[in-house]
Every structure is written in C-alpha cells, then in structure tokens.
C-alpha cells in the first residue's frame, strides 16, 4: 500500500516544463513527502523531498499543498533524459519507502 | 553515481539452485534495504538492515534471507530458486533508519534470471 495515488503516465514535449501530481490525502502530520524516478535499466534515483514548504534543487521543484494532501513534482524544462517513471512516496514513522506504480513520463522531441 | 554497489550485475540460474547477491552501501551509510522489482509487482520491499540487525521485513519469502555484515556489505541469499523469482534486486542504503527526512541511494540492481 503505497498511500499515494498519480496518474499512470503523462506526456510532455521537450523543453516544456511538466507538472506531475501526486495525492496524498492520508499524510500525518509527520510524514515528509519524496519523489524518486527510475529511468530504465537503473535504479530508482532520488529527486526531491519536502514536509511543509516548497523545496527546489538542482533536478526539479516540489510544490506542497497547503493542507499537505497533494504535492506537485516540477521539471521546469523537459529534456529526453527525464522520459523516467516518477514515484512519490510518503515517509513516516517506520521509515520503510513502499513504492507504488509510480507515473511513467514520456518526453516528445 | 549513487556511491551503492550491486554485484552481480547479471546471473543466470536453474530452478532448484541458489545464488547470493551482494550490496556495499554508500561510505557512511549504516541502513541497508532490499528491494525485488518483477514486471508484474513492481517495487516490493524485503527487508532492512541497520549497523549489522535486521530492522524490518517486508514481503520476503522464507527460501529468502538477508545479511548485514560488520563492514556494513549486505549480501540477500535466495535458495530453491523457482521461476517465479526471476526479477531485478535492488539494494539501497541510508545514513539512518527511521527518519523521514532522509534519502534511499540505490545501486544499479541485479538481473536474477532463473530457467
């Protein structure tokens, strides 16, 4: 049980930013909200991670709802290489992240 | 470079035999996880490791085990192996368990094909 919910794929075209969604509408107060993507024939490499605030970092920016049940992963341009299977995963008290299906983007020259 | 190693990086096998996988976590990490990937399951979380105890089991099979050594390496040993278990490993690690706040590196994963 993953605790989270995307959307199964999404498209972009290259250069354009992507907005991925993920609801979390079971987060406790203490649960910091990650997102993890797995490009193929890799492992799942971390992107983001956030509790209350927007975060941002070299790879992307992560937007948090205010009541914290949703959160929005942001590549701000889109580039071929970021065609990947994107995770977002709640992580609380035991600390063990449970990876759904996770959304698979695909990036259109 | 995740800094984590996973070796082998292939293994082809026969049903009935048993394989041991390896993992050396990223230079300060002390927590070790296992993770098996097949097409139609996804991510499945095995089990964790922390500084040489077993801290969590997740959906592992008992023909399964898993092992933290005192340098910190994890090796997970899978025996009677069926075709079933035909599935990519991962291992990550972190720096501590438990909290929320920290990041999973994983390795590049180990290709178990049984036949």
């Known amino acids: 049980d993953a605790k989270t919910t995307q959307p199964n794929s999404m498209e972009s075209n290259e250069e354009e930013p992507v907005h991925l969604p993920c609801n979390h509408s079971t987060i406790s107060g203490t649960d910091y909200i990650h997102w993890y993507r797995q490009l193929p024939s890799q492992g799942p490499e971390y992107v983001i991670h956030g509790l209350t605030s927007n975060v941002n970092n070299r790879m992307a920016s992560l937007a948090i709802a205010e009541d914290r049940k949703s959160s929005t992963l942001i590549l701000h341009r889109a580039t071929l290489r970021d065609a990947a299977v994107y995770y977002c995963?709640?992580?609380?008290?035991?600390?063990?992240?449970?990876f759904g299906r996770g959304t698979s983007l695909i990036v259109h020259p | 470079d995740s800094g984590v190693t996973q070796t082998p990086k292939h293994l082809i096998t026969a049903t009935g035999q048993r394989v041991t996988l390896r993992c050396s976590p990223r230079s300060g990490d002390l927590s070790v996880y296992w993770y098996q990937q097949s097409l139609d399951q996804g991510l499945q979380f095995l089990i964790q490791y922390y500084n040489g105890e077993e801290r969590a089991k997740g959906n592992i099979l008992e023909r399964f085990s898993a092992q933290q050594f005192p340098d910190l390496h994890s090796e997970l040993n899978l025996s009677s192996l069926e075709l079933g278990d035909s599935a990519l490993y991962f291992c990550a690690s972190s720096a501590h368990p438990g909290q929320g706040n920290r990041a999973l590196h994983f390795g590049n994963g180990t290709r178990l094909t049984v036949t």
């Open positions: 995963i709640r992580t609380g008290g035991s600390y063990i992240p449970t």
